[in-house]
């Protein structure tokens, strides 16, 4: 019949709400223009690791063979160790990053807001049309930092953000294309400081018309939302 075994299309777990949610800022956003695209800032947060193992490499052996050299694949605790980084974009420039060596906490994420995105909104946003996208993390939606942007609604805005939706966010593919970049490097960073100067580099080179084409990509992202009625997409 043509079948295969396939592991399974990872997505987030989206709830009957989520969906309805999700339906909901599509229909909120189907008819915005490209200026429009291109005033919004994206944020989002990832975690690098100096070891990364997906658990897809497979073997073929013999029983009793599970412990042999080739047939084993060697890991280290946590991925080796390693680091988040908190970093923003729009169409116009690429934003600054910031690495984040503790747990991302109300008071950190509201240190950096306030001294490198606040700058940033300023600069590229000079006539204080700026709309700043977050997602729903806990430390995002504490009251002093919901205070904070209240404070600063006459230069910048905050959008409006659905629950569970990875797949909207354009900045979780650059996050995508640095990882890919940094597996692609040899030898494999044997330290933390190397993969963090390794990661700043891929960072301040990224290519302006890979982000903008992200950022060009959001109106197909709000029909496919559309299209599958609030569920996951192929984004």
């Not at 897809?56 to 084993?72: D, K």
């Not at 970093?87 to 008071?107: D, H, I, R």
Request: proline share 7%; glycine share 6%; charged share 20%.
């Amino acid at each position: 019949m043509g079948l295969c075994s396939r592991r399974p299309t990872r997505v987030p777990l989206l709830t009957k709400r989520h969906r309805q949610l999700r339906l909901q800022w599509a229909r909120e956003h189907r008819d915005w223009t490209m200026d429009e695209w291109k005033r919004v800032a994206w944020l989002d947060e990832s975690r690098f690791l100096s070891h990364h193992v997906d658990g897809r490499v497979g073997v073929r052996r013999l029983p009793g063979e599970q412990f042999l050299p080739s047939c084993t694949a060697g890991h280290t605790q946590a991925g080796g160790g390693g680091f988040m980084f908190w970093g923003t974009f729009s169409w116009a420039a690429l934003g600054p990053v910031v690495v984040v060596e503790q747990t991302m906490k109300a008071a950190n994420y509201l240190n950096i807001i306030a001294d490198q995105l606040h700058p940033y909104m300023a600069f590229v946003f000079p006539t204080e049309n700026g709309i700043f996208q977050q997602d729903n993390a806990p430390c995002h939606k504490t009251r002093i930092v919901l205070e904070w942007f209240e404070e600063h609604t006459d230069e910048f805005h905050l959008m409006s953000w659905p629950p569970t939706s990875p797949d909207l966010n354009p900045m979780e593919h650059v996050w995508d294309v640095m990882e890919r970049q940094l597996r692609a490097q040899t030898p494999p960073c044997p330290n933390i400081s190397t993969l963090r100067d390794r990661c700043l580099d891929i960072w301040y080179n990224l290519s302006p018309v890979m982000y903008q084409k992200l950022g060009a990509s959001m109106p197909r992202q709000v029909a496919a939302v559309l299209k599958a009625k609030g569920s996951a997409t192929r984004y």
